[in-house]
Nanobody
Framework: QVPLVENGGGLVQAGGSLRLSCAAS????????MGWYRQAPGKQRELVAK???????NYTDSVKGRFTISRDNAKNTVYLQMNSLKPDDSAVYYC????????WGQGTQVTVSS
């Protein structure tokens, strides 16, 4: 298992931006397809963005054009830049390997006020 540590969440007004980071130790993230997930209260966890080992990215429709997933291989870190945030984006955000998830980290809370 790989310990995942998510950071960067917070409280922001609608229209604002946040940048989340996901760091791991004990493995090289760039060789995996990594994803950012979110889970709002009472809802299932959903995959919102993923980045393949080759660098290609994919987004769920609700965040296309607003969120950008990227990685810094030197820092072994995956990022999620979130712009034009909406109250519906409020959730706990997690990162994990997409194919076979590792143990889930604590996540980072994102709260968007209207």
């Amino acid at each position: 298992q790989v310990p995942l540590v998510e950071n960067g969440g917070g409280l922001v007004q609608a229209g604002g931006s946040l940048r989340l980071s996901c760091a791991a130790s004990g493995t090289i993230l760039r060789i995996y397809t990594m994803g950012w997930y979110r889970q709002a209260p009472g809802k299932q966890r959903e995959l919102v963005a993923k980045i393949f080992s080759g660098g290609m990215t994919n987004y769920t429709d609700s965040v296309k054009g607003r969120f950008t997933i990227s990685r810094d291989n030197a820092k072994n870190t995956v990022y999620l830049q979130m712009n034009s945030l909406k109250p519906d984006d409020s959730a706990v955000y997690y990162c994990n390997r997409v194919t076979i998830p590792w143990v889930w980290g604590q996540g980072t809370q994102v709260t968007v006020s209207s």
